[in-house]
């Protein structure tokens, strides 16, 4: 996987946005449908906050969500481009607060001062030795209550596969990642990393990991993804962990875009 400059040198170009973000919520029939149908169910509980931190907003593809369900929305790139995207579109909201962040430490953010973070479908790039700084900074900045959702890589529990599909010749790696028979390199996940060993980095840096979901993101059964949910040791929302294999992550998306897409959104229906 390529490293923080790499990340930072893809999305910090204009041709890395052909569609400001939606362009990856696809299988969904848009990013409303996405949000309200996937993302906001598992996160109803936590929100409205009063300080939500958003780690690789990109260009405000969740922001224009949670801006709507806090007092205060800090968002932190790595991708200066991003951050002045997201400018730009919220100009008109008073809440936002933007940064450019350097990939692994959050100086910006105070001690104890965030209700609730999160991040989906950008740390699943980030290696084991970027998310395990990251853990550090969100058991010194989340409040005693707060919690976080994050979107991280699974692909390391599938190392060896992974070195396979690689040597595979792209076109029949291709087919054979369509049929489920290898792991999806062509994700960008990164390799380094897995659901369990950020719960245990975050474990010892005074998180609790209380829920962790594995997630078959595209094809097949490999549970390339994990959405781990993170609380202070203490905290009101801490219990003991529930771990979930969700291997049918891909027809929760379509059902979104059959059903909730063509009945409840205008736009994706228009697009449709």
């Known amino acids: 996987?390529?490293?923080?400059?790499?990340?930072?040198?893809?999305?910090?170009?204009?041709?890395?946005?052909?569609?400001?973000?939606?362009?990856?919520?696809?299988p969904w029939g848009g990013t409303e449908p996405l949000w309200w149908s996937s993302l906001l169910p598992r996160i109803h509980a936590f929100l409205p906050a009063a300080t939500v931190l958003e780690l690789g907003p990109g260009q405000g593809r969740w922001s224009q969500y949670l801006k709507d369900r806090c007092e205060e929305l800090v968002l932190v790139d790595v991708a200066e481009h991003a951050i002045d995207a997201c400018r730009r579109r919220?100009?008109?909201?008073?809440?936002?607060?933007?940064?450019?962040?350097?990939?692994?430490?959050?100086?910006?953010?105070?001690?104890?001062?965030?209700?609730?973070?999160?991040?989906?479908?950008?740390?699943?790039?980030?290696?084991a030795d970027v998310l395990g700084a990251y853990a550090g900074e969100l058991a010194r900045t989340l409040a005693p209550g707060g919690v976080a959702f994050l979107h991280v890589s699974n692909m390391g529990a599938y190392a060896r596969g992974a070195a396979l599909a690689r040597r595979?010749?792209?076109?029949?790696?291709?087919?054979?990642?369509?049929?489920?028979?290898?792991?999806?390199?062509?994700?960008?996940?990164?390799?380094?990393?897995?659901?369990?060993?950020?719960?245990?980095?975050?474990?010892?840096?005074?998180?609790?990991?209380?829920?962790?979901?594995?997630?078959?993101?595209?094809?097949?059964r490999h549970l390339t993804d994990a959405i781990v949910l993170l609380t202070p040791a203490g905290s009101r929302w801490e219990r003991p962990r529930r771990v979930a294999q969700n291997r049918?992550?891909?027809?929760?998306?379509?059902?979104?875009?059959?059903?909730?897409?063509?009945?409840?959104?205008?736009?994706?229906?228009r697009e449709g």
């Open 90 to 127: 919220f100009a008109g909201a008073a809440n936002v607060a933007y940064h450019v962040g350097g990939g692994t430490s959050l100086p910006m953010i105070a001690d104890r001062s965030i209700d609730f973070a999160f991040s989906f479908d950008s740390l699943v790039h980030a290696e």
């Open 168 to 220: 595979v010749p792209e076109r029949l790696r291709r087919r054979l990642t369509m049929h489920g028979a290898l792991p999806n390199v062509f994700a960008w996940r990164a390799d380094s990393t897995t659901g369990e060993g950020f719960a245990a980095a975050c474990e010892r840096a005074g998180l609790r990991c209380v829920a962790l979901e594995l997630i078959a993101w595209h094809y097949g």
């Open 1 to 26: 996987m390529p490293g923080l400059d790499d990340i930072r040198a893809t999305w910090d170009a204009e041709a890395g946005w052909s569609a400001a973000g939606d362009e990856w919520s696809g």
């Open 248 to 269: 049918f992550w891909r027809h929760e998306a379509a059902r979104a875009a059959s059903h909730y897409a063509l009945s409840s959104f205008p736009r994706a229906r």
